[in-house]
């Protein structure tokens, strides 16, 4: 029976968010889990840049990848992807485990389709997308733009279209057979103006046919790392 699958992206030094997202996978018992690029690299306003922050979202993922033998993880190189420790290169769609680029960083088994650019998948995918018709829903999951949402075809949102978390938590659609979803799970920096924290991320559930987004609110200075 197809896994669930847990998919965020674009954390940009905050491990608290990482933390948050794989917990709710544990507790949801989804031990399949996508990275989408940008985990590293300092972005306002989390973050100093220093190492330690790099170790700190590195040791989330691999702890999560290791509590349990049937867990299954796969990472995305972003456009500022950096830092990567060596142990977890093996993970990454398209590096052997010295970091060495293999092949295409562009994720592709069944009816999922990962990268970190739409633009980036488009040129390596543009035909398939375009002309899918198979039986299942083709699910596109991508990063880069930061912006929460479920989409027929790729487009790269404007400033005032940008969703950044859900209001209301949770977004769920149910998807069509032959169809085409472009998934976006969202940033995981960004903070409201009364300084609340969010993390984003999607959930696919092949067996229902569902993807649902969500979005938990949590307080930075009361998450801990993972022992």
Same mark, same amino acid.
């Given at each position: ?6 998919? #965020? ?21 989804? /031990? !399949?889990?996508?990275?989408? %690029? ?17 170790? *700190? ?6 702890? #999560?990848? /290791? ?12 456009? !500022? ?18 970091? *060495? ?7 592709? $088994?069944? /009816? ?14 543009? $035909? ?12 596109? =999951?991508? %990063? ?17 279209? !940008? ?23 969202? %940033?995981? #920096? ?10 984003? #991320? ?15 609110? =949590?307080?930075? /200075? *009361? ?5």
């Amino acid at each position: 029976m197809p896994e669930k699958l847990i998919a #965020f992206g674009d954390v940009h030094l905050n491990w608290q968010a990482a933390r948050v997202i794989l917990d709710h996978a544990r507790k949801e018992e989804v /031990n !399949k889990a996508l990275t989408l %690029g940008d985990e590293g690299y300092k972005i306002y306003p989390f973050g100093t840049g220093e190492q330690e922050e790099y170790d *700190k979202l590195y040791h989330e993922i691999r702890t #999560f990848r /290791n509590e349990k033998p049937k867990r299954i993880l796969i990472c995305i190189k972003g456009d !500022k992807t950096v830092t990567v420790p060596p142990d977890l290169f093996v993970n990454f769609v398209g590096f052997d485990d010295q970091g *060495k680029n293999i092949g295409s960083v562009i994720f592709h $088994e069944d /009816n999922i389709i990962a990268g970190h650019s739409g633009k980036w998948i488009l040129e390596e995918h543009e $035909e398939l997308i375009k002309d899918y018709q198979g039986y299942e829903p083709l699910i596109v =999951f991508h %990063g880069h733009s930061h912006s929460m949402g479920v989409l027929p075809t790729y487009k790269w949102l404007q400033d005032d279209e !940008k969703v950044h978390w859900l209001p209301n938590s949770e977004e769920v659609y149910n998807l069509e057979p032959r169809n085409v979803y472009w998934v976006n799970p969202g %940033g995981n #920096f960004m903070r409201g103006p009364d300084g609340t924290h969010y993390a984003n #991320f999607s959930i696919y559930d092949p067996e229902q046919q569902i993807v649902t987004l969500r979005t938990i609110v =949590f307080d930075q /200075n *009361k998450i801990s790392p993972s022992k």
